[in-house]
């Protein structure tokens, strides 16, 4: 089976020094080499650290805000250099469920493997690494693979991150998905008090295990409904 090599130089990135030493020493335990990275100023800053550093992977800490002056996510450092830089790369939180529908799922097209910090060792990194791996070399996964699906928003809830739910008939007619309310806003153009009742089509991964790997992508408007309805 396709692994990441062993030995290979895998960045640990953290805002905070302690936990830095922790997931370089579990990478040191998995059999690859560590290079502790902090965060820079900016997201391309940090992205063009890690392209010219030549690491073969890395392992991110998602709230690189908490300590360190930065206006960007871990899950979009993941994201990126995945998707634009090839670099075989895997988040890890102490807060996935908390963030998971809001800091998170925006990026997740692009994000293979989710870890828990309370769950990191050898063998989690290991495994996780060696998955995304084969997903840069190879493509996704059925459970990754994304089609068009119909999206209805169902609600809005403002506060310090705002959140829509929304309905994939696709993957449950029944339960509601909770997902960035920007995510929508900025791909619709719809104000977020407008949007409840509307339909738009997205590109998601409906054959995912479970709701929390779930993604959208290429978001469209489509149909609303009638405002009759909406009061009965």
Sequence with gaps: MLTLPRGSRVGALDDDPEETAVTA???EWAGFTPIPLQPEPSI????????TMRLDALVCDHNLRLA??????GAEVVCRANTQIGL??????AHVSAEQN???RRWRYGIPRVLKKSELSPEALSEALDETYREIRLGPPRSRLAFPAAVEVVAVHAGDFPTAEVIIGAWDAS?????PLAEIVDATGIRAEDLVGHWFTANVNCHAEHASQLFMTDIRPGATTADDWKRL
């Design 25 to 27: 020493e579990e990478l």
């Design 44 to 51: 391309d800053l940090m992205l063009d650290q890690l392209h």
């Design 68 to 73: 360190a002056d930065v206006d960007y996510w």
């Design 88 to 93: 075989v790369a895997v988040l890890n939180s």
């Design 102 to 104: 809001k800091s998170i």
């Design 175 to 179: 339960d509601a998905v909770e997902v």
